[in-house]
């Protein structure tokens, strides 16, 4: 407990000293020519605000992404839907190996906007993601909203409902939405967070009048977000006036504020601080032994702690699993929260169980994923050896049936046998 207290006050202190990401601070912000940076001067201030250092290029310019093949930035935000062509430390395949390279130890993040003159570069860098937006030109439409360019949307309806990504917004206040739909597929790595209203449907000018509209209803999506395997996350906008000034009487700051934290690593991330397993027998603060026994009480315990923005805090939760597997798990077992090791600073969550009755080499493995958290994957390899010849137990308490029979067999013969010598 010692040891673990030790940990938590020097992490803390460590990222006390770093940014409020827990990723990194450096953004490359990508604009297009005619875009206009002080459109999104709230935007950027509330950036800088929570310590991050913007640099800003245009979409053709050499960006320097990499350098002696080490990212020169943590964090990309990408406002050129019209763009045709990026430079070329900003392909589409460079851009997909920034989010999914495994070189460094801490994760990436790219928030992308389009808007609906997006270009065809956009469309085929989401099929990337399995997500398919409609063609140039077209819109969201809504004639109920009482706008046709601006669609006002229900956030306590459409907007998920999921806190990892975005906190609980004013019911009174809509969203205001002007730019394409997306559809997306049930891929588990995607997630929507904006649908669009059921009665909307997204219009093309130019498509003809007896084609029906690309997507309607809540099979448009609007905003989506992914996270890949190694904790990249990545969010597709289809507007690029969500992240605009606005006033306070719709719900876009708050929207695009949560957004950005969770792109950027400022929340729902997650992170072991150390895990243990010994034999029960050995009592707390014992090693790892080199090997176990078959059936032996194993006791395991792992630590785990949440980002919120400021500090590392404890995580929280009722289905955290350990798998005892070989090949194929043999046990899974859920570990319930240790209160008498738990801090506010830390979650120790842990379990006592018999090992499986087979020996051999097996993992043990705690697999936690949930939507909107980092992806947490701990492995540890423990043998398990059969008991040895003078380990095995004298007494059988199942085989009494059969000691009995033995033995009545054998006091029967012995009866017999000295009633026959006494005639």
């Not at 194993?298 to 590392?312: C, P, R, T």
Request: charged share 20%.
């Amino acid at each position: 407990m010692r040891l673990l207290s030790s940990l938590v006050v020097l992490c803390n202190a460590l990222s006390a000293a770093l940014a409020r990401s827990s990723s990194g601070d450096r953004v490359l912000v990508v604009l297009d020519a005619a875009q206009d940076q002080a459109s999104y001067s709230h935007f950027w201030s509330s950036l800088q605000e929570r310590g991050f250092e913007l640099t800003f290029r245009g979409a053709k310019e050499g960006a320097a992404l990499y350098e002696y093949d080490a990212p020169m930035f943590d964090h990309i935000i990408l406002f050129a839907p019209s763009a045709k062509a990026l430079s070329s430390d900003l392909s589409p395949q460079r851009l997909v190996d920034f989010l999914t390279s495994d070189s460094t130890a801490k994760a990436s993040g790219i928030l992308l906007a389009l808007s609906s003159d997006l270009s065809e570069l956009w469309r085929d860098f989401a099929r990337e993601f399995s997500l398919e937006f409609d063609d140039r030109g077209s819109s969201l439409v809504s004639h109920s909203s009482g706008n046709l360019s601006a669609v006002q949307i229900d956030t306590s309806y459409s907007v998920t409902t999921n806190a990892h990504f975005v906190a609980r917004l004013p019911p009174a206040l809509p969203l205001q939405y002007n730019g394409v739909v997306h559809t997306f597929t049930q891929l588990p790595l995607l997630t929507n967070i904006v649908r669009a209203p059921p009665e909307s449907y997204s219009r093309d000018p130019q498509r003809a009048s007896d084609e029906g509209p690309f997507v309607s209803g809540e099979q448009a999506g609007l905003i989506s977000a992914m996270q890949t395997l190694n904790n990249g996350r990545i969010v597709f906008s289809g507007s690029l006036d969500v992240f605009a000034n606005c006033d306070e009487s719709v719900a876009n700051s708050a929207l695009v504020g949560d957004l950005s934290r969770w792109t950027f690593h400022e929340k729902a991330v997650l992170r072991v601080l150390t895990r243990s397993h010994r034999r029960l027998i050995d009592g707390e603060g014992a090693q790892p032994p080199s090997e176990y026994r078959v059936g032996e009480e194993m006791a395991y315990s792992i630590a785990l702690q949440e980002y919120n923005g400021k500090d590392w805090v404890a995580f929280e939760a009722t289905d955290i699993q350990l798998e005892v597997s070989m090949l194929t798990p043999h046990l899974r077992i859920t570990l319930p929260k240790d209160t008498v090791q738990s801090t506010s600073d830390v979650g120790v969550y842990s379990a006592q169980f018999a090992l499986p009755d087979q020996h051999g080499v097996f993992t043990l493995r705690v697999d936690y994923r949930r939507p909107g958290l980092t992806w947490t994957t701990i492995k540890d390899q423990i043998s398990i050896t059969p008991l040895r010849h003078n380990e095995y137990p004298r007494f059988i308490t199942g085989a009494i049936p059969y000691y009995a029979g033995a033995s009545s067999v054998s006091l029967a013969l012995i009866v017999f046998a000295s009633l026959w010598l006494r005639q």
